[in-house]
């Protein structure tokens, strides 16, 4: 692996097939299976250096997620850790509702890692237990880019320009730009691609905030493993939400005793309210739109948090509110693109650019992988555009709009608990077996 002036490469191209701006999940989905069809690929990744590790964010390995994995992963490596219940607790914390319910859990840093060794042979502690990717002669070119941020796209004509900004050494920014037949924008929900764009789609903030954190499995009581541990738990309250669950534990560790329990806890914040602004104001004293990164919630931010656990959450969750030493904080937003190609079809948007989903959809992470393999199929002659249109702003539109229902109805509406566990068996509905309503269709063959 060569490292020069911020790029991981493995071959150097002065025109890249294809260029992928946003270097997490999406992108790395994109350029490892684009990668793998023997397609050469640029990714711009706005950061300076690689993303920290064993931050711990659990994410649901849905059935896209786990397919892709076993399309293209080369490592070996066990992706997920398997819930075998999922469960509903009172605030007492006693069981509700239990229900035998296979899910697959992982976490950010385990998938982001991974992906990095299947594009770019990145090597990491994460990979015990599997091995570094082999090269193959059929693969395309990578090209990791680090300090990149995207200021603009032209369209001409044949291909599309990319203008960057690329930070150097001495921390100056130099104005950098590359040509492609295609830029694929995996750049999240606050896409600087779709914002260009499409200057009139906004970001929204939906009324409340989700708390994430983790604990260590050998750190949590015996009360707390006996709900949590390969277990999928819920508990619903007026404005409250919390769910908590096995993860793999420092560096993808997936072996009993060495995994985490994460925990994601849902609360109503006003727009404006002085509880907002404290939680969201971080130890620098900046005042954050949409995420407090780990480490960076103030003391008495937290404290606040850690007494509102304690009065309103099951034993078993608000222990592990308290038990958590680097919790960080996201608004929960809303924001859709109305479609997925510009330019003549030289853009695309993929993941959360193309639809932010709420966090209770458990979907973000399976979009992106599912995006990307429909995008290849396209890429490959196996479908046509029409098909690749409809298949992903179909997916987009219906699990957006069903994130926004159920994110509702759990923070602003008090119904029996069988509602609540009725929303979640919709959202684990395969996507196979998903039945489009036809406004989910409207305006697609136009585009």
Same mark, same amino acid.
């Given at each position: ?11 150097e191209s002065e ?6 701006v946003g270097g997490?999940?999406? #992108?790395? !989905?994109?350029?490892? $299976? ?20 064993? =931050?711990? $964010?659990?994410? %649901? ?85 680090? #300090?990149?941020?995207?200021? *603009? ?29 295609? %830029?694929? /924008? ?20 939906? #009324? ?23 277990? !999928? ?5 007026? #404005? ?21 329990? *994460? ?54 969750? /608000? ?19 109305? =479609? ?12 959360? /650019?193309? /639809? ?11 979009? $992106? $992988? ?5 995008? %290849? ?21 219906? %699990? ?39 406004w989910t269709a ?6």
């Amino acid at each position: 692996m060569n490292a020069v002036n911020g790029t991981h490469s493995n071959g150097e191209s002065e025109n890249e097939d294809i260029v992928i701006v946003g270097g997490s999940l999406g #992108g790395l !989905f994109a350029g490892v $299976a684009l990668k793998c069809h023997g397609y050469n690929t640029t990714i711009l990744e706005r950061t300076n250096q690689f993303l920290l590790e064993n =931050q711990g $964010a659990g994410v %649901v390995a849905g059935g896209d997620t786990i397919e892709f994995f076993e399309k293209y992963d080369r490592t070996g490596k066990p992706v997920a850790v398997p819930s075998y219940k999922r469960l509903y607790l009172n605030q007492k914390g006693d069981i509700i509702h239990e229900k035998v319910n296979r899910q697959n859990m992982t976490s950010w840093d385990l998938l982001y890692y991974l992906l990095r060794a299947n594009y770019d042979r990145v090597d990491s502690a994460y990979l015990e237990g599997g091995k570094l990717p082999d090269k193959r002669p059929s693969d395309g070119t990578v090209n990791y880019r680090y #300090g990149c941020t995207v200021t *603009n796209i032209v369209d001409e004509g044949s291909r599309v320009r990319v203008h960057f900004k690329r930070k150097i050494e001495d921390g100056s920014e130099v104005d950098e730009s590359l040509t492609t037949r295609l %830029v694929i /924008a995996a750049d999240g929900p606050s896409s600087t691609i779709r914002s260009i764009l499409e200057p009139s789609v906004k970001r929204n903030y939906a #009324g409340y905030v989700v708390i994430r954190g983790t604990v260590p499995e050998l750190e949590a009581s015996q009360k707390a493993l006996e709900v949590f541990r390969e277990r !999928f738990c819920f508990f619903h309250g007026p #404005g409250i939400q919390n769910l908590t669950y096995t993860i793999a534990g420092e560096n993808g560790n997936t072996s009993p005793g060495h995994r985490l329990l *994460n925990f994601v806890w849902y609360a109503n914040f006003p727009d404006g309210s002085e509880e907002l602004e404290r939680i969201m104001t971080d130890k620098d004293g900046r005042r954050r739109k949409v995420t407090i990164p780990p480490g960076m919630i103030t003391w008495d931010a937290w404290e606040m948090l850690k007494s509102k656990a304690s009065d309103k959450l099951p034993p078993q969750m /608000a222990e592990m509110a308290h038990k958590s030493k680097n919790p960080f904080v996201q608004c929960i937003t809303d924001v859709t693109s109305p =479609q997925n190609f510009y330019m003549d079809s030289k853009v695309v948007l993929i993941g959360d /650019a193309l /639809a932010g989903f709420r966090p209770h959809t458990v979907a973000s992470t399976s979009q $992106a $992988a599912f995006d990307v393999m429909g995008l %290849v199929e396209w890429l490959d002659g196996n479908i046509d555009r029409r098909q690749y249109v409809k298949q992903t702003m179909q997916y987009a539109r219906l %699990v957006q709009s069903r994130g926004v229902h159920i994110g509702n109805r759990s923070q602003f509406e008090s119904l029996p608990i069988e509602d609540y566990i009725e929303d979640r068996n919709m959202m684990s509905i395969p996507r196979r077996d998903l039945v489009y309503p036809d406004w989910t269709a409207e305006g697609l063959d136009s585009m």
